[in-house]
Each structure stands twice: as C-alpha cells, then as structure tokens.
C-alpha cells in the first residue's frame, strides 16, 4: 500500500513561510472577533465582556496517538481539534480561536499538509472556531501536532470537575469502548472496504464528535455539577472527578453504555464487554454528575441529542472510595488504571 | 560528558499525572485573574474588560532548535517562555497566561522535568505570567516543546507588522549576532570554562531576555508604527514588515550594531563583520519603524533602557525594495534569505 503521506513534493522545497502561505490561503477572508491572525508575531482577538477565557491544550505525537498508516490527512487535521473541542464541551465553554503548532518530518507530501489544514479547519467552521496563529517546524523523524483552543464562557456557570456531590447521579453521553475496538478492527482489515457496523467503529475513533452542544447546554442550564471528557478510560476520568470533589463513587457495570456495533463486533475481536468497553479510552463522551432533583430534566434534555445519555452510578462519600458493581458483585479496582502513553510504549 | 538529561529515575515509572502532580506542586497557591487553572480539562481565566486578547505559540524541537548536551534543563525552561514573550512584546502587548505542551522522552530524567519548570516558572513570574495549563506526552526519540502565550492590550494601541510608511525610520534594540556567535562558541568550548566575553555571548544564546517592557512602552506611547522580533535574521524579519506594510527600506550596514563581545570574538571564530551579525537570529530583539518627528522621543525612552536602540535605516516606497548600503555601495540581495529550518537540516 502506498502510504498517501509520503511523495516526491517536499516540505523543504516550499519552506516554513511558503507553508504559512498555503494555511492563509485557505482561511476565510473575514474571521469574526479576530483583529490579527495568522501573519504577525501573535494574534489579536476578543472575546465579548464579561466573559471568561477558557483554554486547553492538546498534544499528539505520531505512533503514540495515532499512525499515518491508518489514518488521512484529512482524518488526522479533523481528530486533533475535535480533542481539544472535547475538552472544551467538558467545561460547558464555548470555542472560540485555535492556534496550531506543527512539526513536519520533510518526507511529509505538501498535499497531506494541505489536506490535514483542510479538516482541521472543517472542523473548525462546524464549531464556530477561528485559527489565529500557529507555529511550524521542521521534524527530524515524527510528525507532532499541537493544538491551543481558546473559548469562552461564564465563570458561574462553567462546570469543573471539583463540584460532584454526594447524592449526585452520574451520567455518561452515547456509549463507550467503540473507539479502541475501531482502532483494533482497523488494524485487522489490511484494506478490506469496512461493513456498516465496522464502519461506525472506525468512524468512532478516526473522525470522534466531540459533544460541544451537550456540553454548553448542561452548563447553561445549570444541570451538571462536574464534567470531564471521557479520554483515557471511563475508571481513569472517573477517578479524576472523584479526586478534585473530593469524593467516592459507584458504578453499575450492566449499565455502561456499549453500541450495538460494539456489543456484534466486540466477541470476535476478542473485547467483549464492559470491562473492554471502560478500558483504553478517546471515547470524548462528556462524564457527569448531577443532583438527583435534576434527573428527569437532565433526561429531557438529552432526548434532543442524537448521543444519548446513561445514568451509570453515583457520587459517594470519599470514605466509600470508587466502586464497580456487576451481577457477581463488586469488581476490584484494577480496572480503575487508566490509559498512560509512557507506560503503554513500554509493553508494546 | 555525562549528559544531565539522561538517568535512571525515569519518567515512566512516575506516568504522566505523576508529572502533572509534580507540575502543579511547583505554582504558587494564587494565581491573579485565574479561576481554574491546571487540573481540568480546560483552564478559566480572564482579561480586564475592554482589552484584547494576544495569543502566540512557538514550537522547538530537540535537534532542530536545540541541542540537550549544549544548554541545561533549566536554561532550556527559560529560553522556551522567552521566545513565546519576545513576539509578545513585538506587539506592545502584556503578557498574561501560558500554556505547554511537552513531549518527553521516556530517557530524560524526572530531575531533568523538574529543572526545566524551574526555569520556565522563573521566567514566567518575572513577566507577570501564570501558567495555566498544558500537555504533556511520551515522544519515543525527541523532546518537543510548544509553549502557547496569551496576553492583553487594547487593539488600538497594539503594534503590527503592517503600519510601516515611506519615511519612517528603522530601530532595533540591543546588539545583533551574539546569539548565533554564542551557538558556535558553545560548539567549541568543550567543557572549558567560558572568559567574560564568551559568557556574554552564551547568555544572548541560551538565556536570552525578551524585550517585553520595551515593547510595551512602544505600543503604550504610540511610537512604534510597525514591530516584529528578530527571530530569523534582520533582513528576513524586516522583510516580514515590508510585505505586510507594502513598503520596501534602506539598512545602513555600519549602523548595523553589535557588542564588544562579538567584535572582538566574531574573527577567531569566522563570522566577523555586519554580514554575520544580521545572518542566523534567534537574537529577540525588536525590530521597529517610527516616525521621523518621533526620534526624539524614541530616543529618550530608550535612555531607560539597559539594551538601547539604534536607527539602522530608514522605510522607503514599495518600489525601492529591500537595501543594504554599505562603504562600498549597494549589497546584493541575497543577504536578505532568512533561516529556514526545513533547508536548514537538509544542509548538515
């Protein structure tokens, strides 16, 4: 197989700046709020009075968070501000401006480049974003995508992961574990054309919708006490809310939420159930808690979203510490580890 | 030479929220205008109201914009804020909040992670800034660093690259050419402990001060019609402000200023002369134009300043072009190519 990132039209040939040139080119000619984007030192922009700065990053290093072998250009430049929009939907923040930093092994064709700035900035235009700014450079061997989303949104209402109570439910958007068993089906196909159920897999990790709107409109409407991005394993995120309210948890494990792609494709891939569907991660569902007066509100909202919603458990006390419970019982707390790049390089 | 970077405690073995633990325990208990800052999946900070938002990233990569067995942990923390402070003040605006990105080796020792915050934090709280957030990751063979800045100004008032008119003189603070001469002292060094001289051009290399207050004053007195910071070279960065101003300019090559050091050291080692002091960059210093009527007082702010400034030409119509005049007449303009990094590799 020809691996479309590679070509004879190299990155040295047209330079740094003659890559600032192309990635202009392709902007709108008018960004709202931007009064300087790309092409200067930095960027000015505003966000409307009265309003908040919020501001995430997100870093993915080539054969750590993803493989050129199995994703495009085009995927690939979608994924890395859909990760950083995930994380702006778990604080129920609006996203405003991206800036971009680059390295690019020179082996890397132009169009791929281009073609990464052309889903990047798709999936900018679906979400309201602007890129002001950026950096490139050249990279020895691996190609290092880093991405700066900047948004906006009302202290009083933004949602931490430090405001889960005791008594609170806790909810998860759409269904877990479909993105780590997508990345595993892609690497059995070997070019195969995917069927429906294995095409909805793969589209859960290559191409993730990140739950902006859900996000906004828990935080407006006040319904979520703590929210986090379900992005290295449900335990692993879990714990990080119980760790910052300072409180325990339990879940019920029939009630993790599995597709029906899943629950048809897991057995075979040998990832059947929920242990797999709770393990691994970049599911970028929204984890929540919310009081339990609010339950049959947070229920009607959700009716409007194409995701769903599942309440899987609820806030403890922290002397309960987090808990799993199935039909057997309760389940131990290995599972809880969640997904850490440093140590997975090692066992591979 | 043993090499500080590499060691036996490994980052493996501390994982990445091990990491993000140490991070945190090393920021000061307050952090002015922050309402959430690491920890969540986004940071909540805010700028005064009636101020715009400044953003700038800036990328390094190991091998490429720095060299591990060269520069220390702590100076490279440092030097990664200052670049990121150096366009900032190229706009006349007031830095604020900070961002970073790391990819580390799983070789680098945590004692090495913790010299380099040390560095980055100390730089950070000696320009007002908090950091707010970031990433960090596994890279399986090179550190990479990008490091996202964001400040405040009033759109007003802040300095692009595209006010320069016809009649306006050239500036650039400080002395150009120690830190491209300072690389390569460092190359030949060896291990020797550097005289007064070599120390100066070393610091200009690899601890170099971003000219933040300078930057500001311009932008706050309105003196500065266009700034950029000399990253890449005078001549390709003064191109920048010629594109962008639609003007072309004249650089009188023996105003061109460069320290006792470099005088008096550029000859043993090759690179003496206007032509190697303008050649390379990385000497963050700024580059401005100001109107003729404004000398007075451009030189009188800058009787304040410990770096000083000097007028190196003078802004002509786009027609003109980009010259240099020296003793003998016009020079060529291939002078004016700027540093590439993508040719740059391909060259060694």
Redesign the interface.
């Known amino acids: 197989m020809i691996n479309p990132w590679d070509g004879l039209v190299e ?2 040939e047209i ?3 003659g890559l600032i040139a192309r990635i202009r080119n392709r902007l709108p000619a008018y960004l709202p709020r931007v ?2 984007g790309i ?9 409307s ?2 309003n ?10 080539e ?3 993803f493989n050129l072998a199995l994703t495009s250009a085009h995927l690939l430049g979608r994924k890395s501000l859909a990760v950083n929009l ?3 939907a ?2 129920g ?1 609006r996203p405003r ?1 991206a ?5 690019l092994p ?1 082996r890397i064709r132009v169009e791929s480049v281009d073609e990464f700035y052309l889903g990047f900035l798709e999936m900018a235009e679906a979400h309201g974003v602007s890129l ?11 190609l ?1 995508i ?1 991405v ?4 906006e ?1 009302k ?1 009083e209402i ?1 949602v ?3 405001g889960a109570r005791p008594g609170d439910d806790l909810y998860v958007t759409g269904t877990l574990g479909d993105s780590l068993l997508g990345l595993s089906l892609a690497r059995t196909l070997q070019g195969k054309s995917p069927l429906p159920d294995e095409k909805y897999l793969l589209e859960k990790h290559f191409n993730p919708i990140p739950r902006v709107q859900e996000g906004l409109a828990l935080a407006e409407k006040g319904l979520a006490t703590a ?3 379900v992005s290295d394993g449900l335990f692993s995120d879990l714990r990080h809310i119980c760790e ?1 309210s300072r409180v325990g948890a339990t879940v019920f494990a029939q009630r993790i939420p599995q597709s029906n792609a899943f629950q048809s494709l897991s057995p075979a891939l040998g990832r059947s159930g929920w242990q797999s569907a709770v393990r691994g991660g970049e599911d970028y569902e929204l984890l929540f808690s919310a009081p339990p007066q609010k339950a049959s509100e947070v229920m009607a909202l959700a009716r409007q979203w194409e995701c769903g919603v599942t309440c899987i458990g609820k806030v403890e006390p922290i002397s309960h510490g987090i808990i799993i419970r199935d039909e057997q019982g309760q389940v131990g707390p290995e599972l809880l580890k ?1 997904f ?7 066992q591979n």
């Open positions: 990155l040295r330079g740094e700046f009064f300087q092409g200067d030192d930095a960027a000015i922009a505003s966000l009075p009265g908040d700065l919020v501001s995430t990053v997100d870093l993915m290093v054969e750590v968070h995930s994380d702006m778990a604080m923040a401006f800036l971009i930093s680059l390295a020179a002001i700014g950026g950096d490139t450079s050249f990279s020895p061997d691996r290092f880093s700066t989303l900047l948004g949104g202290k933004l931490c992961r430090h929210m986090i991005d910052e969640g850490d790049h440093f140590a997975a390089w090692e």
